[in-house]
């Protein structure tokens, strides 16, 4: 249902194409290319998902792991061509940042308001967040080697460290697939049994079909977007850090976030805990690695960030974990996840 009402804002998908061509204001410009991206993410994800059932589990899991990212990955990318890499590092943040505090935070308390107390497969999100604790952990070598060793003669070393952590990253995403499918999918079981089979309501050829002309509209969408993100700042009074930090990940996994919303509140507490640090880990084992890789192509981009992005996904990751442990949650706790996103967001206003 909450995708019918997102697919109005297609609508926006010609007004773009046809505000770029006629030279509409780049704030104006901004707004409706964002608003047409939320829906054609939210086709992306429904086709990937419908491919998933006649492709099997485990292929299934792999493509929605590959695709669930897909738009945040496109938007970089058009980014990093552009040379925009404190937007690119910020919306990569943002998105690890929002996804733990805001989407399971949101989750929470809308499932919490319904449901006393909601569980979910305690053994595999622990994996999870575990996971994420490692990932952080190959983010903040190479920032705190950066900011400890200033040396300007070493950058040459830093973009090496960078592909190497790239690829270590990029290692521990496939070996999960393998964890998670074969030699331990019996810690998977609880979750699959609790799941419903629903039948899509279209065929594979469809959803295929559905899949490219997706990901071609958000290509060519990212690229007007892209070249309005510094000028709309800049008009707005914005930084471009707290554009790429907190409304590039908002725009790119709106359609997910309200999945996993809507899933909290019909008591499937699991899949929304799944879809929301599953997401942040996708980001940092795969999208963060794989732009790492693609900028060799053109001018290499290193994976340090600043202290206050490291900072603030440290600690989200941190959260993560404390509130994943006893595979429970309530409303209290959602609040104050979503509280300590308020409180990171209104920091980076300022910064």
């Known amino acids: 249902m909450c995708m019918k009402y997102l697919n109005i804002l297609l609508l926006f998908l010609p007004v773009t194409i046809a505000g770029n061509m006629m030279g509409m204001s780049d704030p104006l410009l901004f707004v409706c290319s964002a608003l047409a991206i939320i829906p054609l993410a939210g086709i992306m994800g429904k086709s990937t998902d419908v491919i998933s059932f006649y492709a099997g589990q485990k292929i299934g899991g792999l493509l929605n792991a590959t695709f669930g990212n897909a738009t945040e990955l496109i938007i970089a990318f058009v980014a990093m061509k552009a040379g925009m890499f404190d937007v690119v590092k910020a919306s990569l943040a943002g998105s690890v940042i929002g996804n733990i505090l805001l989407v399971l935070g949101m989750s929470m308390l809308a499932g919490g308001v319904r449901f006393k107390t909601q569980r979910f497969n305690k053994a595999s999100i622990n994996i999870t967040s575990s996971m994420l604790l490692f990932a ?203 509280a300590t996103y308020v409180l990171i967001g209104t920091a980076f206003f300022f910064v």
């Open 136 to 338: 952080v952990l190959g983010l903040s070598i190479p920032a705190i080697f950066t900011h400890t060793m200033p040396d300007a003669s070493l950058t040459t070393r830093f973009e090496g460290l960078s592909v190497i952590v790239a690829v270590l990253m990029l290692l521990i995403y496939v070996m999960q697939f393998v964890f998670s499918f074969v030699t331990h999918s019996d810690l998977y079981e609880e979750t699959l049994e609790t799941e419903e089979e629903e039948k899509p309501a279209m065929r594979l050829s469809g959803a295929i079909g559905l899949l490219v002309m997706a990901t071609i509209c958000i290509a060519v969408l990212s690229e007007i977007f892209v070249g309005t993100v510094e000028p709309m700042a800049e008009s707005a009074g914005l930084s471009a850090t707290f554009v790429g930090i907190i409304l590039v990940p908002i725009i790119g996994n709106a359609a997910e976030h309200s999945t996993a919303i809507i899933m909290a509140m019909k008591n499937k507490m699991n899949a929304a805990v799944e879809i929301a640090l599953g997401s942040s880990l996708q980001i940092i084992l795969f999208v963060v690695p794989v732009l790492i890789l693609l900028s060799l192509c053109f001018q290499p981009m290193s994976i340090v960030f600043t202290p206050f992005e490291l900072v603030a996904v440290t600690a989200s990751v941190l959260i993560a974990n404390r509130v994943a442990a006893d595979g429970e949650s309530n409303w209290l706790e959602g609040l104050q996840l979503v």
